[in-house]
């Protein structure tokens, strides 16, 4: 195993160095109650194409931001009666829940893979904690490369993230080793979009009380937003978000009345990264798309961008957005 990465016990010294990192733009792997997490701060677009580039992951799947409570959530996501008492019930703990991203909130369009919902979750592991409380909010995925499974202790991101180099603060095997359940909770009530660490039934005792129509999917299969689980609104589905007009890739020159978003040489009308980095690219991705769609021009045109590196994904995101509606 070549593996340039620095695993520290996560003691003070170590959760003050992790927390320098974040502060400074950087990934960390952090151990949570539920599996190891590779985090960045939500609100550095950069920092979260890192965590991209690391997992080598070949498309931007929305990510969980990890919060220190209620009232940090409430800065980022609208909080309704219902998810505030799953809150309360639940928090901290092994649930996700997926909730309307708030005007204004500093999140990172990376992070949501352009949505307009955001995955919120408190966790109750004090190393997780206390990275939140040195630099705010921060979006973790599994700290494992794509398509691999999660990471449970130290060793295992050392092994799967081997090529990353990173810091891995290393916290113990993780109490629960399966990934948190998530939920999203909106007008058309409950739906489970993960099955995972928190008890389903738990979850259904706590809607039974309130009265909440509840249409969880119990049992058989477990529905995945990218996979287009059949229990999620089209719109809030990743894999549908595209601009509302037209999308043409690989495009040198475009057409009069198209938005035209560069790379490298290729100016544009705005560029996604002049130096030609797909890392600035995939971080400036969905807020150049959101800037080109509002632009309300007839069509958009992107340059070529090189499928290496994070540009695969890239490229992928950009494919689903090009794709007939
Ligand atoms: P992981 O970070 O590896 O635990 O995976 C996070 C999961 O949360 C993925 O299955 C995401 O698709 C899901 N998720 C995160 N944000 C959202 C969102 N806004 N809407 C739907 N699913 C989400
Ligand atoms: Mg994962």
Same mark, same amino acid.
């Given at each position: 195993?070549?593996?340039?990465?620095?695993?520290?016990?996560?003691?003070?010294?170590?959760?003050?160095?992790?927390?320098?990192?974040?502060?400074?733009?950087?990934?960390?792997?952090?151990?949570?109650?539920?599996?190891?997490?590779?985090?960045?701060?939500?609100?550095?677009?950069?920092?979260?194409?890192?965590?991209?580039?690391? %997992?080598?992951?070949?498309?931007?799947?929305?990510?969980?931001?990890?919060?220190? =409570?209620?009232?940090?959530?409430?800065?980022?996501?609208?909080?309704?009666?219902?998810?505030?008492?799953?809150?309360?019930?639940?928090?901290?703990?092994?649930?996700?829940?997926?909730? #309307?991203? %708030?005007?204004?909130?500093?999140?990172?369009?990376?992070?949501?893979?352009?949505?307009?919902?955001?995955?919120? &979750?408190?966790?109750?592991?004090?190393?997780?904690?206390?990275?939140?409380?040195?630099?705010?909010?921060?979006?973790?995925?599994?700290?494992?490369?794509?398509?691999?499974?999660?990471?449970?202790?130290?060793?295992?991101?050392?092994?799967?993230?081997? %090529?990353?180099?990173?810091?891995?603060?290393?916290?113990?095997?993780?109490?629960?080793?399966?990934?948190?359940?998530?939920?999203?909770?909106?007008?058309?009530?409950?739906?489970?979009?993960?099955?995972?660490?928190?008890?389903?039934?738990?979850?259904?005792?706590?809607?039974?009380?309130?009265?909440?129509?509840?249409?969880?999917?119990?049992? =058989?299969?477990?529905?995945?937003?990218?996979?287009?689980?059949?229990?999620?609104?089209?719109?809030?589905?990743?894999?549908?978000?595209?601009?509302?007009? #037209?999308?043409?890739?690989?495009?040198?020159?475009?057409?009069?009345?198209?938005?035209?978003?560069?790379?490298?040489?290729?100016?544009?009308?705005?560029?996604?990264?002049?130096?030609?980095?797909?890392?600035?690219?995939?971080?400036?991705?969905?807020?150049?798309?959101?800037?080109?769609?509002?632009?309300? &021009?007839?069509?958009?045109?992107?340059? #070529?961008?090189?499928?290496?590196?994070?540009?695969?994904?890239?490229?992928?995101?950009?494919?689903?957005?090009?794709?007939? %509606?």
């Amino acid at each position: 195993m070549v593996d340039k990465s620095r695993i520290l016990v996560a003691d003070v010294a170590a959760i003050a160095e992790a927390t320098a990192v974040l502060l400074g733009g950087g990934i960390v792997a952090v151990p949570t109650e539920t599996v190891y997490g590779l985090a960045a701060r939500a609100g550095d677009a950069a920092a979260v194409a890192r965590i991209y580039q690391a %997992k080598g992951r070949p498309s931007f799947n929305p990510l969980i931001v990890h919060v220190s =409570g209620v009232a940090q959530a409430a800065e980022l996501v609208e909080i309704d009666a219902v998810s505030a008492r799953l809150m309360a019930a639940f928090w901290p703990g092994a649930l996700t829940l997926v909730l #309307p991203l %708030k005007a204004g909130a500093a999140v990172a369009g990376l992070v949501t893979a352009g949505l307009s919902t955001l995955a919120v &979750r408190c966790p109750a592991h004090f190393v997780m904690q206390a990275l939140i409380a040195g630099a705010g909010p921060l979006a973790a995925p599994s700290a494992n490369a794509s398509g691999r499974i999660s990471s449970t202790t130290a060793a295992h991101v050392a092994e799967s993230l081997g %090529k990353w180099g990173g810091l891995i603060l290393d916290g113990g095997a993780c109490a629960a080793g399966v990934e948190s359940t998530i939920l999203a909770v909106g007008v058309g009530g409950v739906r489970l979009l993960r099955a995972g660490a928190m008890a389903v039934e738990d979850i259904m005792a706590v809607l039974g009380e309130m009265g909440t129509p509840t249409p969880l999917a119990l049992g =058989g299969e477990s529905p995945s937003p990218q996979g287009g689980g059949r229990l999620l609104a089209p719109g809030m589905m990743a894999s549908h978000y595209a601009p509302l007009q #037209p999308l043409r890739m690989n495009v040198v020159a475009a057409d009069v009345g198209e938005f035209h978003v560069g790379f490298g040489d290729i100016v544009g009308d705005l560029n996604l990264s002049a130096v030609g980095d797909v890392v600035e690219a995939a971080a400036r991705l969905f807020d150049v798309l959101h800037i080109a769609e509002a632009s309300g &021009r007839a069509g958009i045109a992107v340059a #070529p961008v090189p499928i290496a590196g994070l540009g695969l994904a890239i490229n992928d995101r950009l494919r689903r957005a090009a794709a007939p %509606k």
